[in-house]
């Protein structure tokens, strides 16, 4: 099963999945399988980031993965949890994340919705 890619991005904004390194790749590498937990999780979800760390797009798939709210799967090298953290307030102001820590910050997930690439 190829990877996934975001299957409702606007027509215009899908320029960059064509350069995205997990073109091809099994959707299983990014999403996790039924009941998967522990040393396999993280197995899984490192390899998935070693994939996506060189990527070319990977700060255009981080963008859509948090705009989106992607509940699952690898993007942009972030889990799930890593890209709630991200869009958490940074401070106790309440400011949202800067863009440079969303561009700085190294990325992984779960299932379901599917990436489409
Ligand atoms: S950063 Fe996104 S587009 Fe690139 S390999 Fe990872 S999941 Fe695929």
Known sequence: MAC???A???ADDRQWLLHARCR???TEIFFAA???RGQRRVAREEQAK???RPCPV?????????TAVEPW???GATTPTERQRLTEPAEPSGRAPTDARVAGSCP???RDSRKPV
């Open 73 to 75: 799967g690898i993007w």
């Open 34 to 36: 039924e009941g998967e």
């Open 58 to 66: 990977r700060p255009d798939c981080l963008r859509y993965a948090l």
């Open 24 to 26: 091809g790749l099994p």
């Open 8 to 10: 409702h991005s606007p």
């Open 50 to 52: 070693r994939v996506c």
């Open 4 to 6: 996934p890619r975001p």
């Open 108 to 110: 992984t997930g779960d």
